[in-house]
């Protein structure tokens, strides 16, 4: 079993930057695909930023392109680097990982989620 924890959520004003860290503990697999994403009241999780158990291939959602980087230090820990922050950007925010591949996007693709943290953006 592999636990996910994220963190680094919290409020800040709109043009202002945030940094999410996820980390893996418990039975870590050697390489696994991570990605984020991302839930705000009264819609469905959305894909946000995924990056290769090689920490080589990146891939984000158009919305963040420009503005967000994810990346990783090692096979256990993944991070999110928000800058620009808007409004719209306010949900809360999820780290996942999966075994099966070395690179995944879509919600029904990752096994381990984290509990998620919230990130508020004020106008």
């Known amino acids: 079993q592999v636990q996910l924890v994220e963190s680094g959520g919290g409020l800040v004003q709109a043009g202002g930057s945030l940094r999410l860290s996820c980390a893996a503990s418990?039975?870590?697999?050697?390489?696994?695909?991570m990605g984020w994403f991302r839930q705000a009241p009264g819609k469905e999780r959305e894909f946000v930023a995924a990056i290769s158990w090689s920490g080589g291939s990146t891939y984000y959602a158009d919305s963040v392109k420009g503005r967000f980087t994810v990346s990783r230090d090692n096979a256990k820990n993944s991070y999110l680097q928000m800058n620009s922050l808007r409004p719209e950007d306010t949900a809360v925010y999820y780290c996942?990982?999966?075994?099966?591949?070395?690179?995944?996007?879509?919600?029904?693709?990752?096994?381990?989620w984290g509990q998620g943290t919230q990130v508020t953006v004020s106008s």
């Open positions: 418990g039975h870590t697999f050697s390489r696994y695909a």
């Open positions: 996942a990982g999966d075994p099966r591949r070395s690179i995944a996007t879509d919600v029904g693709e990752f096994m381990f």
